[in-house]
C-alpha cells in the first residue's frame, strides 16, 4: 500500500460507513470535512479522526491529506469533487459518480490533466465474491452468457422531503439503488446496444420503480428492477449456455453464490468472510492505483463509470425524470 493518508468529505450516513471499514482495515484516516464544526468534531471524535474541519475548503487544503472520499448527495458530488482534485487532490466518489455524463466528463478531464485518480465508489465491485465471480465468468466456465437479471428494492422512507424523494438532492430509486445493477450488468456484459426503461414516479417527480431491459454485445439481455418503497429478493444471476451463477441475498453486499449446471448438479460454492461492511477494499484498490500509476482505473475504469452515467441518463430521458441543477445549467 501507499500509506494514503484519507480525508472524508461531509458526514453522513454513508461516510460513517466508510470511517469504520478505514478503521477495520488499518487505513490512515487523517481529516473530515463538514459545513459546520460541531458535525466535523462529533464526527471526528466518533471515529478518532486527528484533525475536523469546518468547510470543505479547508478540509481539500489541508496539506496532510492526499486522498479525500466525497460522501455528500449526488447533486453535490461534482462539487466536492472538483474542489478536491483542483487542490491536487485524488478522489473517491461515492456513487452514482455524478448526476450525469457531462459532470463526470468534467470530473475525468480535471483529473486527467492533474494526473490525479477520480475513482467512482462502487464498493461492490471490488468485494472478494465478485472479484471470484469476474474469474468465473472470464473462464468461460459458463459458456455463452446469455442472460443477467438483477434488483435493488428496499421500502424506505415515503417522506416527500426525504432525500430519496427529493428531486433537488437528486432523489429517486436510479441513482441511489439503481447504480448497482446497472453497473454490474456494464461488469459482466459490458456497454448496452440498446435500453429500454420504465418506471413509477411518485409526487415529487422522483422515480420509485424503475425496471430496464438492456441488449449487449452477442446478443445477451439484462434485466433489472430497481424500488425504493418496496423490498425484493435483492438477488442476482449470470445465465450462461453452460452454467449459472446464483447470487444469494444480498447479491451487491458481502454473500454466497453458487454455480449451478443446467441439470442442477452445484459445481462451485462461495461463502463470503468479510470484516466490517466490506467498504475497505476498494480504499486498497484505490491505494494501489495511486501506487502503481493507474490513474484511469481498472476494475472499474473512470472511462466506464462516464459511460455508466450516459446510460443512466438514457435512462431518465426515457422514464422522464430531470434534476433542478440540469434545468439550471441550461438556461
Known sequence: MTGLRWGILATGGIASAFASDLRTAGLDLVAVGSRSQASADAFAAKFDIPRAHASYEALVADPDVDIIYVST????????????????????????????????????????????LAMEAMWTRYLPHMVRIREIVSSRALGEIRALTADHTQKLSSDPAHRLNALELGGGALLDLGIYPISFIWDILGAPETVQATARLVETGADAEVATIMTHAGGAISTSLSSSRAAGPNTAAIIGTEARIEIDRIWYAPTSFRVVAPDGEVRESYESHVDGRGMQYQAQA??????????????????????????????????????????RSNG
Open 73 to 116: 448527495p449526488h447533486p453535490m458530488h461534482h462539487a466536492g469533487a472538483k474542489l478536491a482534485l483542483e487542490h491536487g487532490k485524488h478522489v473517491l466518489v461515492e456513487k452514482a459518480f455524478t448526476v450525469n455524463r457531462a459532470e463526470a466528463e468534467d470530473l475525468q478531464r480535471i483529473a486527467t490533466e492533474r494526473g490525479l
Open 286 to 327: 484505490a491505494e494501489r492505483l495511486v501506487r502503481d500509476g493507474i490513474l484511469a482505473g481498472d476494475i472499474l475504469p473512470l472511462a466506464e463509470s462516464v459511460a455508466i452515467m450516459g446510460t443512466l441518463d438514457e435512462i431518465r430521458a426515457q422514464i422522464g425524470v430531470r434534476y433542478p441543477s440540469e434545468e
